[in-house]
Structures are given as C-alpha cells and as structure tokens.
C-alpha cells in the first residue's frame, strides 16, 4: 500500500511540474559585497562563479550575487597566499555571478570547474607566472611575464597573451585535455606539447620552439615565426609551423602531417610514419 502510495504522489508531483533538487534559486535582489582580503599574489576559482583579476594598489575582493546567495561564495587565503574561491553546492542565480579583484602583485591563477577566470593589467613588471586550468571551465590572461608556465587540462578552454615589450626568456605550454590552448606573444624560446584531443594555436615571435605532439590534437603555429622549429609528432594530429631562416629538426612517427612555412638555412627530417612533411 505504502509503495502504491509512494509512486502515486511522486507521479503527482511530475505531473504538477514540481520536483525537489538542492540548486538554491537566486532572489532577483542582486548586491555587491566586499570581501575581506589579505595579502595574496595567486588566486584558485574552485566554483562556478565568474573571476576577473586586474592590477590595483591594494589587494580588493568583492562579490556581485543574488543577495540570499552569497552566503553560498566563500573566500579565504590559504597558508600559501592563495586567495581561493569556493562555491557551496549548486545555486541559480537571477543575475550577475561574478568575483571581481584587485591586487597589486600576481603570479599565478587556477581556473578548476565550469567557472571563469579573466587575468588583465600587470604589464608595468614582468613576472614568472604560472597558470592551470581543469575542468569545464576557462581561462584567459593578458599581461607581462619574464617566464610563463602554463598546464591546461579538461575540455575548458586557455588563452594567453604575454603583454609588454621585450622577450620573455621562455613560455612553457601543456595541454593534455580536449579543450582548446591558445597564445600569442613574443618569447626567446617557446615549448609546447599536446597530448590530448585539443587544439593548440601559436602566435607572435621567438627565437626557437620546441613542440611535441602525442595524440589526436592538433599545433597551429605558421603564425609564430620561429628561428629554429623542432618538432616530435607522434599522435594522429596534424602540426603547421613558421621557420624565419634558421633550422628545423623535424621527428615524425605517425600517421598525422607536418606543414611547414617559410624557409630553412638547415633541414634534419625523420619520418617512420604514413604522415608526411610538406613545405609550402
């Protein structure tokens, strides 16, 4: 009887449209609250929330929601001066979901979750900054950087820009996910692998780069104009590189094309693969 009764009212209740869930509605009545910050120069966005980080001369946090919602954003500044940001179970917001910083000094960010992270400014001094994302979610930067590492992971997506003027001494990129990495900049030496089914684009300027593809993914880099290019491929992607007048060292052990632009002083090809190397 109690299980005719159970399946009745949950019949009942599809049929009225009504249904339980944990996600909190957000109540329209979107506020602006300040967060207390300490020193920090890293920020990590675990949540789903939208995180933008601009220069400013004293560390700022403030948090733009649904008014009975931000009890739900948590931020707190782990032993490692990381400035985190945490979102408690799942919610739907009405308006803006969105943490927005200011600090004076940043050297690295973590996108992790199907949030947002926007990294802008810090051009004035040139820093060696590291950036990670996972998960669904993105990450975008745009500053000055004597040296970027950069590990991107997940089906979310990165795009880099290193700002300022000079060289970077070296710009450092992994994607082993299936989202899409993206860079332009100007870098002495610029590294890349690709291990996953993302795509990797390359522009601006660098005396050498070191690429290494081993997956399905794909290296778009004729718009990075290269001295010396060396390149291991051995997944089932395809690589296009730029060489401005140097060497290529070229390794190819797969299935997958290589395309290459401009012109080269000096030429060591292997190839073990059906894939072939093509000059254009």
């Not at 950069?150 to 070296?170: F, I, T, V, Y």
Request: some cysteine; charged content about 20%; aromatic content about 6%.
């Amino acid at each position: 009887m109690w299980k005719r009764l159970g399946v009745a009212a949950l019949a009942a209740g599809l049929l009225s449209g009504c249904y339980f869930t944990d996600e909190m509605q957000g109540d329209g009545n979107t506020v602006t609250e300040s967060r207390v910050a300490t020193d920090f120069s890293t920020v990590e966005n675990r949540g789903s929330m939208e995180v933008v980080i601009r220069e400013g001369e004293v560390p700022d946090v403030k948090v733009t929601l649904d008014e009975n919602l931000q009890h739900r954003v948590r931020t707190f500044v782990s032993p490692g001066n990381t400035l985190v940001i945490e979102t408690d179970g799942s919610f739907a917001p009405r308006g803006p979901a969105r943490v927005e910083i200011l600090v004076p000094r940043m050297i690295g960010a973590t996108q992790d979750g199907s949030g947002s992270l926007r990294v802008e400014g810090f051009e004035r001094v040139k820093e060696d900054v590291k950036l990670v994302a996972k998960g669904s979610g993105s990450l975008s930067f745009c500053g000055g950087v004597r040296t970027l590492e950069a590990k991107l992971s997940g089906s979310g997506n990165m795009e880099l820009c290193a700002a300022g003027e000079g060289l970077a001494e070296w710009v450092d990129l992994s994607q082993s996910g299936s989202g899409d990495l993206k860079f332009e900049g100007a870098a002495k030496h610029v590294r890349s692998r690709t291990d996953g089914s993302g795509f990797t684009t390359l522009k601006g300027v660098t005396n050498r780069l070191d690429a290494w593809l081993d997956g399905s993914g794909g290296l778009g880099a004729p718009g990075l104009r290269a001295v010396d290019v060396n390149i291991t491929s051995k997944g089932s992607g395809t690589v296009a590189a730029y060489v401005d007048g140097g060497g290529a060292v070229i390794l190819l052990d797969s299935s997958g094309n290589v395309d290459l632009y401009g012109h080269a002083l000096s030429t060591q090809l292997r190839v073990n693969g059906s894939g072939r190397v093509i000059w254009h």
